[in-house]
């Protein structure tokens, strides 16, 4: 089944604990892309990748890494986490840069 | 990205079609109009797209206006499944960070028994 998986789908954690949210598809899709959702304020673009070793800062990539060594894989590292950072947050992948874009089921992060 | 305009909630009956309306009436001669819905917290699911023409897949129908000023989701036979939240976004037709969709608040389609 074509789809976009993260890990983990629930998760608190204390300031400053380094974390990493999984993200990996199985559809050899080129972009992926990381969006966080707030109440009031949408989805919000982080990070997005265009292919392997090519990543690229979104709307809101302050205290977020990523990386893309492997095409079906695009982790989103917290290296620093703060209170600031607890949100919805969703992987997405799609074949190019404007065709319908697949979601992962969602990663909720509580920083505390 | 041209703006959207899409009025905060609906309601509608089961098995009646819903009909959610988006105005982005500063939509330009390179961007079509994407629909995706959001059931509950969940991933945001692609619906459909279109660029002036009317569109038509299995979930639903996208109907443009000639102007290219609005268009309307049709869900034909609404179950209680399809509540959710609808998103109408308008987008270029090329690459643009890695194909960064713009969601604004959307519509929240309620459909009751």
């Known amino acids: 089944e074509a789809q976009v998986t993260q890990n983990p789908r629930y998760l608190i954690t204390v300031t400053g604990k380094k974390l990493t949210v999984t993200c990996s598809q199985n559809m050899n899709h080129e972009y992926m892309s990381w969006y966080r959702q707030d109440p009031g304020l949408g989805l919000r673009q982080i990070y997005y990748?265009?292919?392997?070793?090519?990543?690229d800062k979104g709307d809101v990539p302050e205290g977020y890494k990523v990386s893309r060594k492997e095409k079906r894989n695009f982790p989103l590292i917290l290296e620093s986490p703060s209170p600031n950072q607890t949100s919805l947050y969703f992987c997405?992948?799609?074949?190019?840069?404007?065709?319908?874009?697949?979601f992962g089921p969602g990663t909720r992060l509580t920083v505390l | 990205d041209a703006k959207t305009t899409q009025p905060p909630s609906m309601d509608c009956a089961e098995g009646r079609a819903a009909n959610l309306p988006c105005n982005h009436s500063?939509?330009?001669?390179?961007?079509?109009v994407y629909w995706y819905r959001q059931i509950h917290s969940q991933g945001p699911q692609y619906i459909i797209h279109g660029l002036k023409n009317n569109e038509t897949n299995e979930m639903a129908s996208l109907i443009i206006t000639e102007d290219r000023k609005s268009s309307t989701l049709i869900l034909p036979h609404a179950t209680l499944r399809d509540t959710a939240v609808y998103y109408c976004?308008?987008?270029?037709?090329?690459?643009?960070?890695?194909?960064?969709?713009?969601f604004g608040q959307g519509t929240e389609l309620s459909v009751k028994p």
């Open positions: 976004i308008v987008r270029p037709n090329l690459y643009n960070q890695g194909g960064k969709l713009i």
């Open positions: 990748s265009m292919n392997v070793e090519v990543t």
């Open positions: 500063t939509i330009s001669g390179n961007e079509y």
């Open positions: 997405a992948s799609n074949p190019t840069g404007w065709n319908e874009q697949f």
